[in-house]
């Protein structure tokens, strides 16, 4: 099978901007019944009273939910400690105050109009407690993670002798970084319609985790699971947010069975910066050991994180920084800092983004301290070998990215000195570089794919379209295998009643889905071609279905990752992470991308301009060019975000995030984004799975703030090495 992979439109493209799929927010029936929150004003405490009277007496309300009235309702566990939720703390259990911004009642009503009203009525008094919400906060507590319970899910690394052999280098980078936290703000909010039909739970709710809340709801409202449905055809944007059971679901779900109708909850922007997870604060101390010839002889990564007082969110900081090059003698740690906020999670590229910042700085002021071109220097310490597992790679083409990235840039026409090339307006221009890496994972998934005589095809699958591209990954992979035109092909995904849905997330997605998808469209063409019994394998599929008289025909298969245990799909069917990688017991498998970016900096205002990034990716193969371009772009414009404008603003003595909207939450606008060229080297790894598919959608940020921070220091002499970087930095 060598047939091309089609460059199709975007199969979801038309029925998006006509509007015609229904996320769970456009739920419009007119026997919904409407919950919005009231939540708590003080940074972290008890309410000493709470008065929903007014709030119950105003027109259309029906039903108010608080810590007094809600009844056995358990927290549904964090989903890094064996449980389903972003956290284990689940708001309205108590009336103690973990944090401002956490809801204290659940006000339902006819309209989301009586309910909001109503939600300003209730009433709380408090007994306040000392916080903490910064990194530096006095008397902070700090853990070492490889002390903690959940180190070895992740192991430090430590490969050779670091500290001997970053104090032996006779070249030596040691520096510290730092970034705010920061809140993802997909468009479609965080929203969900729950209903009981005939003794089910049915939730429609936008999430990357379909299978999760199923099984968080089942745990927190004691329910069989058997008896819950959860669907998410559509995410109209997660990036982490959306990965695992949330608050308001299981209020939604009560509420429900109460009033014996539907409720919807849709949370309004500016409480969902405190009702699921986001990039925590980090800071961050790396030290770089290499020769006078520019080998990277050694390095030590330190990073100190956010976490919340409840939970303990894993950091994985010097897992990426380690895998950007060979480098023998390597050591990292991560450090835990508690504070009293909701914990926070996995925001786009969460750790590799930042430690990619942190190091791939490092490396250019490497490049500066031996005067060495910074792609020469990055190409000398390419490898094919994982220098922390001494395992090979199952591919690694970082090298080729850079080239051709270097040529599409015009890199060979930059000087080197900083400050040296200048705009006709008198500005300074800089032109900055850097790499990306993320881990390859997979997913254990079982697809279904039934062949009806019309010629339609359905494929039900565990995976979850985000607005990355899948459904149109899933059409073009079956459009060329089973040789169907793609709007014939029908995807059921995000939908626990069809497949089994693993979380969605780490770029694992189409290597998750598209390998077994694949494994399914040739289990049936086997199947047809008994059929056919000599017939010509080269009949159009439904026809020999019709030959043969069967109405439709159904295959399933399973796959799960390299060395994963059968055992894996019982995981899988219970909801809980089951994903595998990036170190296999025969290779190790990461993505790579290399970001080449132009930045004009005024010469009076030092306002920061990038008017074109060059970014080229190596994902394996590529399925769907204009999806995978599109995912690249979006990253892309993310690192421009996470680089020059977005972060959460905490105050020491209020708590809680205070910019908590779209306006004052500064974002990159269309305005702010130039020329992005995106180009793939779409060279399959079949060492990793049958299909040749690593992911894409994270690495396309990691490197993109490192790049354009280089490409600051090219064109100021600055080096900036705290995010996000503003004019004032610069002045
Ligand atoms: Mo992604 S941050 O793993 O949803």
Redesign the pocket.
């Known amino acids: 099978m060598s047939l091309p992979f089609a460059d199709l439109a975007r199969v979801d493209a038309h029925d998006k901007v006509r509007g015609a799929i229904a996320f769970a927010a456009d739920d419009a029936r007119p026997d919904l019944a409407y919950g919005v929150f009231a939540i708590a004003t003080i940074g972290k405490g008890r309410l000493t009273s709470l008065d929903t009277a007014a709030a119950e007496e105003a027109e259309g309300v029906r039903l108010v939910l608080t810590h007094a009235s809600l009844g056995a309702i358990r927290s549904a566990g964090f989903i890094m400690g064996g449980g389903y939720g972003f956290q284990s703390y689940q708001p309205l259990l108590s009336p103690e105050i973990a944090y401002r911004g956490e809801p204290i009642a659940l006000v339902v009503a006819d309209s989301p109009e009586a309910a909001t009203h109503a939600a300003t009525l209730v009433r709380a008094t408090y007994e306040t407690v000392p916080f903490a919400v910064e990194l530096d906060a006095p008397g902070i507590e700090v853990i070492d993670q490889a002390q903690t319970p959940i180190a070895h899910f992740i192991p430090p690394i430590a490969a050779g002798d670091a500290d001997a052999a970053y104090a032996r280098a006779p070249v030596q980078i040691d520096a510290h970084f730092a970034s705010a936290p920061q809140h993802q703000n997909p468009i479609e909010l965080i929203a969900c319609v729950a209903e009981w039909r005939d003794g089910r739970l049915v939730v429609h709710e936008g999430t990357?985790n379909a299978e999760a809340v199923r099984h968080g709801l089942a745990s927190a409202l004691g329910l069989d699971a058997g008896r819950i449905d959860v669907i998410s055809p559509f995410v109209g944007g997660?990036?982490?947010q959306k990965?695992s059971m949330q608050g308001h679901t299981v209020l939604a779900a009560e509420a429900a069975r109460r009033l014996g109708c539907p409720v919807k909850i849709v949370v309004p922007r500016a409480q969902l910066y405190h009702l699921a997870s986001f990039r925590p604060a980090n800071r961050h101390h790396v030290r770089l050991g290499a020769d006078r010839s520019g080998r990277m002889l050694a390095a030590i990564h330190e990073a100190q994180a956010q976490t919340s007082r409840h939970d303990l969110f894993p950091g994985e900081y010097a897992t990426t920084s380690s895998r950007l090059y060979g480098i023998a003698d390597f050591r990292g740690k991560d450090e835990l800092v508690r504070t009293d906020a909701q914990t926070p999670g996995?925001?786009?590229a969460?750790f590799e983004h930042i430690a990619c910042f942190a190091f791939e700085s490092c490396v250019d002021e490497l490049a500066y301290k031996l005067d060495m071109d910074p792609v020469a220097l990055r190409l000398a310490n390419d490898t094919t070998v994982d220098a922390v597992t001494g395992r090979p790679l199952s591919s690694r083409h970082v090298g080729r990215c850079l080239e051709r990235g270097a040529q599409m840039f015009g890199w060979g026409r930059r000087s080197m000195a900083p400050q040296s090339m200048r705009a006709e307006d008198g500005g300074l221009i800089g032109w900055g570089v850097a790499i990306g890496t993320y881990a390859g994972l997979r997913a254990p998934a079982v697809a279904r794919l039934t062949l009806a005589a019309d010629g339609r095809v359905t494929v039900a699958v565990g995976v979850h379209e985000m607005g990355q591209g899948v459904r149109t990954a899933l059409a073009a992979a079956l459009a060329r295998k089973l040789a169907v035109a793609p709007e014939n092909i029908v995807a059921v995904i995000g939908d626990t009643r069809a497949a089994p849905q693993h979380l969605t997330?780490?770029s694992w997605g189409t290597a998750t889905a598209i390998p077994v998808v694949e494994a399914a469209a040739e289990a049936l063409l086997a199947q047809l071609m008994a059929l056919s019994s000599g017939g010509g394998s080269n009949r159009e599929p439904a026809r020999i279905l019709r030959e043969a008289g069967l109405p439709e025909l159904t295959v399933e298969v399973a796959g799960k990752a390299p060395g994963q245990p059968d055992a894996i799909y019982d995981r899988l069917k219970a909801g809980l992470p089951s994903m595998a990688g990036p170190v296999y017991p025969d290779f190790v498998t990461y993505s790579y991308i290399a970001h080449f970016v132009e930045v004009r900096v005024e010469a009076t205002t030092r306002r920061i301009r990038v008017p074109r990034v060059v970014s080229v990716a190596d994902c394996g193969r590529v399925i769907s060019p204009r999806t995978a371009a599109s995912q690249v772009r979006g990253g892309v414009v993310w690192g421009i975000g996470a680089a020059l404008r977005e972060a959460s603003e905490v105050d020491p003595r209020y708590g809680g995030f205070l910019n908590a909207d779209l306006a004052e939450y500064a974002l990159p606008v269309n305005a702010d984004i130039g020329a992005i060229d995106v180009a793939f080297i779409d060279v399959p790894d079949t060492c990793f799975n049958s299909a040749g598919v690593k992911g894409l959608g994270?690495v396309s940020m990691v490197g993109v703030a490192p790049a354009i921070a280089n490409a600051i220091h090219h064109a100021t002499g600055k080096r900036l090495r705290d995010l996000p970087i503003r004019i004032e930095d610069l002045l």
């Open positions: 990357q997660g990036f982490g990965n996995y925001m786009r969460p997330a780490g994270e």
